[in-house]
T-cell receptor
């Protein structure tokens, strides 16, 4: 039974470029959340999507956007990359059951901005 | 928004001793409190969680307590082993939005 998967594993970009990160949730899970984890810090909430609709947004600039597809996979897009965007980007999936649901994390994408 | 504080930031214990990590949260609407273990270079792994209608939960050597009135919750690890060494994160959640603490780096000394 596959867990949450993310691609790519690592990515190196330069300032000003654009990046797309991908996530596939656990089979049967309909909710995907994105987090940014800077080295030495806890994950910071970026977005939550459920049934292709945005259900929550953290305190991140409009350069960050996301979407969810009919198969519940998701993409996180970051435009005009800054050095400070260098971080581990984590995706988590959950199966909404009417309350606050347990989230399971993927392995993350390590983004380095030079 | 929710603010989660976690202490201590680092913790060293002798193998076999107990370890306690404490978190406080600010938003009384938070109703779910998971704890994650993250080993170097790996994904956060859920180790235990508690919901706001429960005061304590135990799973083998790991336990979590919740004091809703004081808005704090704690992770207790008994009989620590070297493989418990990792970074531990607490989180508080409502409406499926999770807010994490800054992490505790636990080292268990053999």
């Amino acid at each position: 039974d596959a867990g949450v998967t993310q691609s790519p594993t690592h990515l190196i970009k330069t300032r000003g470029q654009h990046v797309t990160l991908r996530c596939s949730p656990i089979s049967g899970h309909k909710s995907v959340s994105w987090y940014q984890q800077v080295l030495g810090q806890g994950p910071q909430f970026i977005f939550q999507y459920y049934e292709k609709e945005e259900r929550g947004r953290g305190n991140f600039p409009d350069r960050f956007s996301a979407r969810q597809f009919p198969n519940y996979s998701s993409e996180l897009n970051v435009n005009a990359l800054l050095l400070g965007d260098s971080a581990l980007y984590l995706c988590a999936s959950s199966e909404p059951g009417g309350g606050t649901d347990t989230q399971y994390f993927g392995p993350g994408t390590r983004l380095t901005v030079l | 928004g929710e603010n989660v504080e976690q202490h201590p930031s680092t913790l060293s214990v002798q193998e076999g001793d107990s370890a306690v990590i404490k978190c406080t949260y600010s938003d009384s609407a938070s109703n779910y409190f998971p704890w994650y273990k993250q080993e170097l270079g790996k994904r956060p792994q859920l180790i235990i969680d508690i919901r706001s209608n429960v005061g304590e939960k135990k799973d083998q050597r790991i336990a979590v307590t919740l004091n809703k009135t004081a808005k704090h919750f704690s992770l207790h690890i008994t009989e620590t082993q070297p493989e418990d060494s990792a970074v531990y994160f607490c989180a508080a959640s409502w409406g499926n939005q999770f807010y994490f603490g800054t992490g505790t780096s636990l080292t268990v000394i053999p």
